[in-house]
């Protein structure tokens, strides 16, 4: 093998190893240093990782985005759950969802939810969509 083969597949290694490593890298989940959420932080840590993961993949998965409301009805998960993942993927760095603002008004696209109010619409980052 010449070394630009050896460099391509070690390339695809490396990616590859990326795809298998956690979002973050939480000693804990956030919280906001009161006994509950420390303890209901406690309580997500070994699944934080994936939660994210599920959320980001859900988001990608819909190239016209998603609200929040949308994200809980298709991961079955409660809107404190998924509203909290939500914030991790778009203010970590670099971020993996944004907000997108609509052409002609320049304001964040919105859509409505169930309860028949408007939400913005989540979509993946060129980071997140990788």
């Not at 303890?39 to 859900?58: G, P, R, Y």
């Not at 990608?60 to 998603?66: I, Q, V």
């Not at 670099?94 to 169930?114: A, C, I, L, M």
């Amino acid at each position: 093998m010449n070394s630009t083969s050896l460099s391509l597949i070690g390339k695809m290694i490396y990616e590859e190893s990326l795809k298998e490593m956690p979002l973050f890298q939480y000693l804990t989940a956030p919280h906001n240093n009161t006994e509950p959420s420390i303890d209901a932080a406690k309580s997500i840590k070994k699944a934080l990782n994936s939660m994210c993961s599920n959320v980001l993949k859900t988001v990608k998965s819909h190239p016209n985005g998603l609200t929040c409301d949308e994200i809980e009805d298709i991961l079955g998960m409660k809107h404190q759950t998924a509203s909290a993942r939500l914030r991790d993927l778009i203010t970590c760095q670099p971020p993996y969802v944004e907000f997108r603002n609509d052409p002609t008004t320049g304001k964040e696209k919105r859509r409505p939810t169930k309860s028949g109010r408007t939400a913005r619409i989540y979509y993946a980052t060129h980071h997140g969509a990788e």
